[in-house]
């Protein structure tokens, strides 16, 4: 609290102690659309004849220095025509100069066509005069989001990919192949808590409704955090002043999921204004965006579960015939999810001004991101006994590529079939809050930020019900046939001749209770302070300021496992069903509710489970503190069509944390707490070159070193010592990866808002972690097990020491193709490619395999097709992501991998001259299908289907 103290003191200080007018004078304004009066980012205001230039800032605002008299002053913006203005500067004075722009090429075209062009423009421009290598995406050009989820517009950026869920929902964010964890996702330049176990964003607590554009700052300068492997995202809120008055908007819709043949809801209400207070002009901005989703997340899910069969160890199943590895299926679930999302966003974004210099803003946000269902689940165990190795147990009958059969008898496969239900329902709520302002002098600039943000996660029931049906006279025995695996279809029957679908065949139960609260609060201050100089023709920036980040994770999970015999009645928890999914009938579905039901009226019928119900109550709950103090000096010359920026930046960053250490050895229970702590510091060195070799033709190279902090669970987790001995452990001494990044890009901008680029890029990252797992007899003096080749107990923890290259080339090309005759005019395309390698090292590894970096792709690709023409829009979106890394085992048969996806998304609207608005749009229009694998692309581990999402409505705008 004291840094925000200072910080706060230094605000209301200086202002009025270092901004004292010098006898040259100042032009201040707004440069804005002629035509809609929105304000330009991004425009480049320059003085004629003179060194001195200016780029806008969000609100198209801004500042020259001139002497005193006549001056010319130049804007110049890609996509609208190029302005002069001759102004009449006063000694020592400010004359106000705001300026629209027009674009003569767009006369007579109809609304749609003008929109999307100055969206177009408006990322570009800020592109162009950004200091670091930028991605920018504007409100205009986000495309459809079903459900405001903000990972809907990134997937469409270049060299960024979104994981997504078994839902089909966006969740977690990679650039340039580095994971989620290792990145920084922002508001308004402030990092955001995360909901889960990482340090990750989770997108789908985010709707994207009240911000206007989106920066995928892929090589920071010093003035940005230093805590991003990959990248920033910095999302930036919509502000009045963006705007030249009054503008409403409303948005009402339905979503379709075909799926499950369901509907939901969308409803967005936007609305700013400008309001003259204080005898100020247009002085006060107020901008509100509210929104509300209802999506059924239905879902389909199969799971295949596989077992390395080496041709040489097994003769008997003639596998040698095969010219490619044959595994056999050992187990397969296949289930469907029901669950429902629910998610209400508020931003509220309040801008006033004091007058020319002087500027303060309020942004505030809430949402509230609920999740509902239960997954119904069958679980078939075919063969989980044999093994692999010479003179091993052989349990396998028929092995082929595509069907395989278990083994009868007490030295048989010994299957079994299973039933789960699990029910879920969780609430998500961010709050978040920033307050700063705007200073500025003739040749100098404070700005400062104070922020505040907390997350919560409340899962309120995670509740799963699983019963097992295991006989052993006879044993159950099966055979499955792989007829699509790709997409689920999977038979498996079984060859025993009992009936699979009676009761008093069961053998054993569990009940699992769970209810936990994970909330991050977050608190942070920022000052930056910049003064320019003249030097001849060149101009010298110097740039300083100081950051105080805390961040306060805390988790807590509460977690009771009951086991049920024999003689529990299963009759009571099932409905019988007769349904066939994904080639698999179902015979019943187990109703988790009906067990906590039974649990409290007959809760003789259950038996408490003490050792899985204390590791899953502590082992994970922790209470943690991270402080980061940081500080940066830069300077930027700008001398002719050349910019040098270099400095440094150093963060420190102080680690606290209380978990616990659990044990049951010797059916002994056990809970300590342990606190712990632990800091470390990063000098960040930077620098950024900037070369305009002729007009809209920019070479950049940069070079910046940034550090990311470990896996937040990797980190906080405790320790657990099971009855037999084994330990798990989290690592608190664990210290970040650290990256030299290299980049370079040319670009080229067109006189009608275009964009070609070619970027190459090169990480050298060191530090990562990786879970080592070895055998031990004996502790060392710190508790830590000391490694034995023939040790009877198994130890498990995460460390440091993997690392990796990431190196790739970049191809962007957007244009409209304005040269094409009549409609065909009204064609835009916009297509992205990034070709990549990854070569990362695990200690833990011995085979020869070329392993990349988790969520890594070699090869994305984005295109977008775009046609406007009189009124009417239709929108086609494709894209394509190679095969990465889910997680990665100690041998080729634990790795996981996700297979390569494709997509294509489908919109279209006609605008009415009045302001309405009809649209439509389909998101995964060709149904494809999630598909994950083990190893090799032929062991489909997992195949899930989301459907298509189809939303519709009416929008007016006042």
Partial sequence: MRNIAIALTISCAFPSAIFAQATEGTVTGRIYNEETGDSLRGAVVSVVGTNEQDYTTEDGRFQLSARPGDVTIQIDYVGFDKVRRTITVPQGGN?????????????????????????????????????????????????????????????????????????????????????????SFQVDGNRMPTSGGGRGFDSRQFAADGITNIEVIKAPTPDRDGDAVGGIINVVSRSAFQRSGQEVKLKLGGVYSDLPDKFGHSATAQYSDLFSVGGGDRNLGVSLTVSSYRTNRYSLNRDMDWVQVTPENNPELDLAQWDKPVWFMESSHWEYDTRITDTNTANLALDFRTDEFNSFYLRSFYSSSKRSGVSYETD??????????????????????????????????????????????????????????????????????????????????????????????????????????????????????????????????????????????????????ERSFDIGSSELTFKTGGKFYRSSPRYDRTTNIYSMDEAFPYADVVTATDQVLLGGPKYYDVNPRSGIDLLQSRPELFEFEPEDSLEDSNFGDYDATEDTKAGYVMATLRTGAHTILGGVRYEHVKWKNSNYVVSYLDEVPSVTEVRSSDSYGYWLPGIH?????????????????????????????????????????????????????????????????????????????????????????????????????????????????????????????????????????????????????????????????????????????????????????????????????????????????????????LEAGYQFKNGLKLYAGVTNLTNEAQVSYAGYRQFVEDASLAGRKINFGVEYKF
């Avoid at 990972?151 to 839902?167: F, H, I, K, T, Y």
């Avoid at 064609?827 to 990034?834: D, F, H």
Wanted: aromatic share 10%.
């Fill in 689 to 905: 070159l900037r070369h305009e070799l002729a007009p809209n033709l920019i070479l950049r190279e940069s070079y910046n070193k940034s550090y990311g902090r470990p896996r937040l669970s990797e980190l906080t987790q405790g320790r657990f010592v099971n009855e037999d001995g084994d330990i798990s452990d989290g690592n608190t001494s664990l210290t970040p990866a650290l990256s030299d990044n290299f980049d370079a890009q040319i670009e080229y901008y067109t006189r009608t808002g275009g964009l070609f680029s070619v970027g190459v890029f090169y990480k050298k990252i060191k530090n990562f972690t990786y879970e080592s797992v070895y055998d031990f007899d004996e502790l060392d003096a710190n508790g830590i097990p000391i490694p034995s080749p023939e040790g009877q107990f198994e130890y498990e923890r995460p460390v440091n020491g993997s690392s990796a290259k990431n190196y790739g080339l970049e191809l962007i090309a957007r244009q409209r193709l304005t040269f094409l005759p009549g409609p065909l005019s009204g064609l835009s395309a916009a297509v992205s490619a990034t070709f990549s390698d990854s070569k990362a090292e695990y200690p833990n590894r011995t085979d020869d395999r070329d392993l990349p970096l988790p969520g890594f792709s070699k090869f994305m690709f984005t295109g977008s097709l775009d046609w406007v023409w009189n009124g009417f829009n239709i929108r086609a979106d494709y894209r394509h992501r190679d095969a990465y890394v889910e997680g990665l085992g100690s041998s080729i048969e634990s790795d996981e991998f996700f297979a390569a996806e494709q997509r294509v998304d």
């Fill in 95 to 183: 004359v106000v100069a705001n300026i629209g722009l027009a674009n003569e090429s767009l006369a007579g075209a109809d609304i749609i066509v003008r929109a999307y062009a100055t969206g177009q423009a408006l990322a570009i421009n800020q592109q162009k005069t950004a200091s670091g290598i930028v991605n920018i995406i504007s409100e205009e050009v986000f495309g459809q989001m079903p459900d405001g989820n903000i990972g809907a517009a990134l997937q469409r950026l270049p060299g960024l990919s979104v994981n997504e869920d078994q839902d089909g929902s966006a969740a977690g964010i990679n650039i340039r192949g580095i994971e989620a964890d290792y990145n």
């Fill in 380 to 529: 078939i165990d075919i063969d989980t006994r044999f093994q692999d190795a010479l003179g091993g147990r052989k349990t396998y009958d028929v092995l082929t590529p595509d069907y395989g059969r278990g083994t009868a008898g007490d030295d048989g496969s010994q299957g079994s079939r299973g039933w789960i239900g699990t029910e879920d329902k969780r609430d998500n709520k961010l709050f978040s809050v920033n307050f700063g302002g705007r200073h500025e002098a003739t040749n100098s600039l404070l700005t400062y930020d104070l922020f505040y943000s907390r997350s919560k996660q409340t899962v309120t029931n995670d509740n799963e019900l699983q019963i097992l049906m295991e006989p052993d006279d006879p044993w159950l025995q099966f055979e499955y046939e792989l007829v699509n695996p790709s997409r689920g279809n999977v038979i498996i029957n079984p060859i025993d001749g009992q009936d699979h679908t009676d009761l008093s065949l069961m053998t054993e139960g569990e009940l699992e209770v769970t209810n936990s609260v994970k909330i991050e609060e977050i608190y942070s201050a920022r000052a930056d302070w």
